[in-house]
């Protein structure tokens, strides 16, 4: 009785108090899902120019642009015309951010930031329509398995921020609109029966997470005799990582054989993609232009290309010919689902690693980026764990902003979360060693080694 409750008040009442039009997306993204190729194309092409308009008109950095490349939207005749414009990179938009706002976007503008994939943090700014956007969509592909707004959801998070700040708040809503949230930095031996009893009280309807954070606490769990198959739980959704097959399916069989379905997108790029039934990658069409490169060419069917998305929805920061750097392949049309979104396929680049605390805990490795990308000036990192009680931060910083204090801000923020006996070494440098792949990664756990 209480998800009706959820649903049909409590929801609409938080997202009326938010000024967000989640509901109305929602019911129009229903719709959407089916409509013929020529009907997408159409409202794709309408949304696309009328972003392109508003941004020409009152964004600055996009003004410039569009001037740079001789781009007049009033004239766009197809999609494809954006295709004059540059992408757009990071870089840029670290350099640019304040051009990059809207100055008068209606209910103001929300900061973010992210470590990315690259470990170089990236700061921006969210609207309103953008967030409701993004949680409409959510919503639907939720809906695509079974489970209604309301309906009990277990968070195995990887964010700490769900934890430190307004944690009362966040305790009130997430009681409110029926979600229980628990923290991945707290999984442990001693842990495990406390969180247990938690989910036997709770009996969500689907579980939501980092898949190594679920694969992780499953496996706790398990080799302590606890059962996650009796607890009510239809389906695991995963998220913000890559989720491996053998993660899917020790944790399927953990929660009785369930469904263990998955999305992708990021932080900076929204909600991009989920899986349908079939198990094929939907984008969220009415909500994205995709395009796949590869050296500034297109590739073919299945074929590994850089994602390069613009987000259709996002008009208090547009993000337009965005390089995401994550690498996927363009999957091929049509699905026995019905839906008419196109699909991506064999999604890469957006693994995380752990880290093992001196009193043996497993912490996900966002609990320590978090510490270092939240300092003004940091510029580049990588953390380096040689032994469970030493930690080595490479950090590269624009001297003129990183503040005074940022050196103990970051060796503090390491003993808080690891432990006071933890030694932490921080070396500033000029470059960050990468990888033989070319890429770095932005934690490297010597000690952590999790199959
Ligand atoms: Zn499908």
């Known amino acids: 009785m209480y998800n009706k409750f959820v649903k049909h008040i409590i929801f609409p009442l ?14 129009r993204l229903e719709k959407e899902q089916y409509l013929d190729g020529r009907e997408l194309e159409l409202l794709r092409f309408r949304k696309l120019k009328a972003l392109l308009i508003h941004a020409g008109k009152n964004i600055s950095f996009y003004k410039q642009r569009f001037a740079d490349a001789g781009f007049n939207p009033e004239k766009m005749q197809a999609i494809e015309d954006i295709r004059v414009l540059p ?13 990059m706002k809207w100055k008068d976007t209606p209910g103001g503008l929300f900061r973010y930031n992210t470590g990315g994939s690259s470990g170089k943090p990236l700061v921006f700014y969210f609207d309103r329509r ?30 700490p921020l769900e934890i430190t700040k307004q ?12 979600d229980l949230l628990i923290s991945a930095f707290e999984i442990s031996e001693k842990k495990i029966p406390e969180m247990m009893e938690k989910i036997k009280r709770f009996k969500p309807k689907c579980v939501f997470g980092y898949p190594s954070t679920i694969a992780l606490f499953c496996e706790v769990a398990g080799k302590f005799g606890y059962r996650l198959d009796k607890e009510g739980v239809n389906v695991v959704f995963s998220t913000a990582e890559v989720l491996y097959d053998h993660q899917r399916e020790s944790i399927s069989k953990s929660f009785g054989g369930v469904p263990v379905t998955d999305c992708y997108g990021s932080r900076e790029g929204g909600f991009v993609c989920h899986e349908c039934e079939q198990g094929r990658y939907h984008v969220i069409e009415p909500n994205y232009l995709i395009e796949f490169l590869q050296n500034g060419r297109d590739v073919g069917i299945g074929e590994d290309g850089e994602v390069i998305l613009t987000h259709l929805d996002a008009w208090g920061m547009p993000f337009i010919r965005y390089r995401t750097g ?4 363009p999957g091929e ?13 064999n999604i890469r680049g957006r693994t995380t690693d752990f880290i093992v605390t001196p009193d043996g805990r497993w912490q996900h490795a966002l609990s320590v980026i978090y510490v270092v990308r939240d300092i003004e000036g940091v510029d580049e990192f990588k953390i380096i764990q040689h032994r469970p009680d030493e930690v080595e931060v490479l950090i590269k910083i ?26 932490v070494m921080v070396n500033f440098v000029d470059e960050i060693p990468r990888d033989a792949s070319g890429k770095y990664r932005y934690v490297v756990s010597k000690v952590a080694s999790f199959k």
């Open 14 to 27: 938080h997202e009326k108090i938010l000024g967000r039009e989640t509901y109305q997306f929602l019911g």
């Open 87 to 99: 992408l757009l990179s990071k870089e840029e938009i670290r350099k640019n951010l304040d051009r």
């Open 130 to 159: 953008r967030q409701a956007y993004d949680a409409a969509a959510r919503a639907l592909t939720h809906k695509w398995w079974g489970v209604d707004i309301g309906d009990k959801e277990l968070y195995l998070w990887g964010s």
């Open 167 to 178: 944690d009362k708040m966040k305790d009130f809503r997430d009681w409110l609109t029926n």
């Open 326 to 329: 994550d690498v996927a392949q």
């Open 333 to 345: 049309g049509g699905c026995t689902c019905g839906r008419t979104w196109r699909t991506i396929r």
């Open 398 to 423: 624009h001297p003129e902003i990183f503040p005074a204090n940022g050196q103990t801000c970051i060796v503090q923020g390491f003993k808080k979360r690891m432990g006071n006996e933890v030694n």
